[in-house]
DNA sequence: TAGAAAATGATACGGAGTATCAACTTCTGT
DNA sequence: ACAGAAGTTGATACTCCGTATCATTTTCTA
C-alpha cells in the first residue's frame, strides 16, 4: 500500500478505492484515529469526493442497505395467503445470504462495530429498518387491533433476532453452517408464534386433568374418540 | 429564559442547568441548530463545563441508564426458580415507571428521536442493553446448549418489544394505561415463550383427532378420566 | 472540434470534541 | 483566622468532521 498506480485507477472506482483504502487503514490504526484525509490520499482522491460518495466517515463502513431491503421487500410481496412462514423465512435468508457473501469484509466490520460505540449504533439502528419491513408486512396482514399490532411487531422483532443470532455465530466463527442454523432458529420462532395462528383447521383443545398414568388413559381416550366408543 | 438569575444559579447544579436549557432550546430551534455554545451560555457555565458533564452533545438527552440497568438487575438477581416470569415482568414494569415518571421530558426526547438520525441511533441501541440484561439472566437460567441460547435471545427480545411497543403507544398519546397494555403484552410473551417452558408440572399433552364434534365427545373424555371408568 | 454539462479538487468556515493552563473556589491543618 | 493544598471552572488553542462555494478538469454531445 504505497499509494495508487496507474493501473489500479482505472480499474476500480472512487467508492471501491477509497472503501479499500479506509478498511485498510481501520485495521491498522483503528476508526478514530485514522482520518478522512489518510483515507483520500491512500485513495488518490479529493476529500470533497469523499462527502460526495459518502455521507459521512461512518457510512464507508456499511454497506447499502437500501437495495438490500428492496429486496426483501419485493419477496414479502410475492407471499401468497398461505406462504406467510416462509416468505419471512425466504426474505431473512436473503438477508443473511448477503452478509455471508461479503465474507471478509463483514468480519471486519464486526470487528469494528464491537470496539467503536458509534459504529455499534449505526449498526444496531440498521436492524431496526429491517424489523419495520417485517413489522408492516405483518401490519398489512393481520388487521388493525391493538393486539394485532403487538403481534406483528413481536414476530418481526423475533425473526430479526434470530437472524441476527445466527449471524453474529458465524461473524464469531462459532458455526459454519449458517443457513442450516437460520432454519433451526426461524423454526423456533415458528413455533412460538405460529403454532396458535388462525391458519390451523378444526382444532379444539380440551383440558381435562386426572391423577391416573397416561398409560392408563391413553386407550381410554383412544377408546372415546373413536366412531364406535365401546 | 433571559438567562440565569441568582436564585437559580444556587439552588440548582449546573447538571440540571444545563440539560433544563439544552432542552428549552432544542424545542424552539431544534437539536442540530443549538449549539453546544447556546447551552452553556443560557445555563451560565463555561463550555469546558458541559463536556466534563456530558460526553457529548446527544448525552444531554438522554437519562443515565446505569441505574435503570442496576435496578433490574437486582429485581432479576431476586427472583426465584418459581418466579422466572414474573421477575422478568417486574423488571420490564421498572422501566415503563421511569419513563412514565419522567412525564413530559419523554415525550420532548421523543419528539426529538423521531427526526434526529443520530439520537434515534443512540436511543434503538440503549434498548439493546436492556436486552443484554435480559438474555444474560435467560442464559444463566436456561443452560448452555446452542438452543437455549437461541431461547434466551428470543424471550429477551420479546420482552423489550413488547415494553417498548408500550412506550411508544403512550409516548404518541395512543394510550392512558400503560401498565395494563405491559401485562397483555407481557402475557402475550410468556404465552408464546412460556407454554412450553419445563416449569410446568406433571402436565402431559395428547394430541389426538376425531372427526365427532366436541359436544359428543367430551362427556366420553369425561368418563375416561374418571377414576372408574364405565 | 467547440461548447455544455458533469465531476472533481482546493479552500474557507462552523461546530463538536480534546487538551492545556490560568484563575477561582473550597477545604484542611495549624 | 490564615496559608497552602486540593478541587473545580473557564479561556484558549487546536484537530477533525462536515458544509458550502468556486475554480479547474474531465466527459459528453452536436
Chains 1, 2 share one sequence.
Do not use: C
Not at 483504502?21 to 485495521?27: N, T
Not at 455465530?169 to 432458529?185: N, V
Request: aromatic share 6%.
Amino acid at each position: 500500500m504505497r499509494g495508487v498506480e496507474d493501473g489500479e485507477t482505472t480499474g476500480r472506482s472512487a467508492r471501491d478505492r477509497m472503501t479499500a483504502a479506509a478498511f485498510s487503514l481501520f485495521a491498522e490504526r483503528g476508526f478514530d484515529s485514522t482520518t478522512i484525509e489518510d483515507i483520500t490520499r491512500l485513495a488518490g482522491v479529493g476529500r470533497t469526493t469523499f462527502f460526495r460518495t459518502f455521507g459521512s466517515k461512518e457510512d464507508v463502513v456499511f454497506p447499502d442497505h437500501e437495495d438490500l431491503l428492496a429486496r426483501i421487500e419485493a419477496r414479502l410481496a410475492a407471499s401468497g395467503p398461505d406462504s406467510t412462514w416462509v416468505a419471512l423465512g425466504d426474505a431473512a435468508a436473503i438477508v443473511l445470504e448477503q452478509y455471508l457473501g461479503e465474507g471478509e469484509v463483514a468480519r471486519l466490520r464486526y470487528g469494528l462495530t464491537s470496539v467503536v460505540p458509534a459504529l455499534r449504533e449505526r449498526e444496531i439502528a440498521s436492524a431496526q429498518r429491517y424489523r419495520l419491513v417485517f413489522k408492516r408486512f405483518l401490519r398489512d396482514l393481520l388487521g388493525d387491533t391493538p393486539r394485532d399490532a403487538l403481534r406483528a411487531d413481536l414476530i418481526a422483532a423475533a425473526i430479526v433476532t434470530a437472524h441476527n443470532h445466527v449471524l453474529l455465530r458465524w461473524l464469531r466463527g462459532e458455526t459454519s453452517t449458517p443457513q442450516k442454523d437460520l432454519t433451526t432458529a426461524l423454526g423456533a420462532v415458528t413455533e412460538a408464534f405460529g403454532g396458535t395462528s388462525s391458519e390451523d383447521e378444526g382444532t379444539t383443545v380440551v383440558v381435562l386433568r386426572s391423577g391416573q398414568g397416561i398409560e392408563t388413559l391413553l386407550p381410554r381416550l383412544r377408546s372415546a374418540l373413536s366412531d364406535s366408543p365401546d
